[in-house]
């Protein structure tokens, strides 16, 4: 009898597991289409700002002696985005072996570069990794808004031009065919001419003041309009990996449920027929005394 009242409340325990995990999934779902929509503006404000900053490359020759274009020195910074919590499935694990891997083939890049990391879980990552030197000693959490995007970046921009670092590259994953995420490790500042897509609106601009003043004005959109997009597709990945995480998690909680209730009903079955046996054993018994 006690194996059956353990096995109950096993069966109710994996019941609140499925429950709880099944809520995860529905939030993860809600969020993922917000984030979605969100990420399609933004590339669709990108484009805008691409095409027209190409516009300009294209009539101004002198553009790569703007400082924005300028790399001085070898100190590099690395941004990496991960989560703020767990159970996110390989989400963050695929961030820091990119990282490992990336230091174990060239291990002279420790003494040239700095971290900074958006989200808590790759923080006590780089905090309990005492060889990778952290450019930002509180954590930024990864619930960033559109203003703590534009001061980051202002921040960044006015530390590069003081020479704190020459360069700056993104770690984050990229979300590809839906449920295959990529990490991908890609150059944020200084910025070339590769980085706009070969679109040309075929508009001729009048400029005023000056193509360099326009020039200077629209690049640092650029940059957090860049920089927001890869947030929000980091974003969209985790979500994504969540979801998936905890449909699976759902699923196993389900089947372990589901052999649960067998060997209740086994058991439960044993226990009717033994008792069905002793009342039989006891009757054949008085029978036997008559």
Same mark, same amino acid.
């Given at each position: ?15 609140? !597991? ?23 503006? !933004? ?6 700002? %691409? ?48 990282? /490992? ?6 291990? /002279?890049?420790? /003494? ?9 879980? #790759? ?9 990778? !030197? ?18 980051? !970046? ?13 360069? =700056? ?16 490790? %890609? ?18 601009? =009048?400029? %005023? ?55 209740? /009903? ?8 033994? %008792? ?5 054993? #006891? ?8």
């Amino acid at each position: 009898m006690s194996n059956l009242k353990e096995i109950k409340r096993r069966i109710l325990s994996v019941e609140s !597991v499925i429950k709880t995990t099944e809520a995860m999934k529905m939030i993860s779902v809600v969020k993922l289409r917000k984030t979605k929509d969100l990420l399609i503006q !933004v590339k669709i404000y990108l484009d805008y700002i %691409e095409m027209i900053l190409l516009d300009i490359l294209l009539t101004e020759k002198k553009y790569e002696k703007n400082q924005y274009f300028l790399e001085k020195g070898k100190m590099k910074l690395f941004i990496v985005f991960t989560s703020d919590r767990g159970l996110c499935g390989s989400f963050n694990s695929l961030i820091f072996e990119k990282i /490992n891997n990336l230091f174990q083939k060239k291990s /002279n890049l420790h /003494n040239e570069c700095m971290f900074l990391s958006i989200g808590k879980k #790759g923080f006590d990552f780089l905090c309990k990794n005492r060889k990778y !030197v952290i450019y930002n000693k509180n954590c930024i959490e990864s619930n960033l808004s559109n203003q703590k995007i534009r001061s980051l !970046v202002s921040e960044l921009i006015f530390d590069c031009f003081k020479n704190k670092f020459s360069s =700056i590259y993104l770690i984050y994953n990229h979300l590809k065919k839906s449920l295959f995420q990529e990490t991908i490790v %890609e150059k944020f500042f200084p910025i070339t001419a590769k980085d706009f897509k070969k679109k040309t609106s075929e508009i001729s601009y =009048i400029l %005023e003041p000056s193509q360099e003043k326009i020039f200077n004005f629209l690049i640092p959109k650029f940059l957090n309009a860049k920089l927001l997009k890869i947030f929000w597709e980091s974003t969209t990945a985790e979500h994504t990996a969540r979801m998936i995480s905890m449909h699976k998690a759902t699923e196993n909680a389900s089947d372990i449920k589901h052999d649960l209730i067998l060997n209740y /009903n086994k058991e439960r079955q044993s226990t009717i027929t033994k %008792e069905i046996l002793e009342i039989i054993s #006891g009757l054949e018994s008085i029978n036997k005394k008559k």
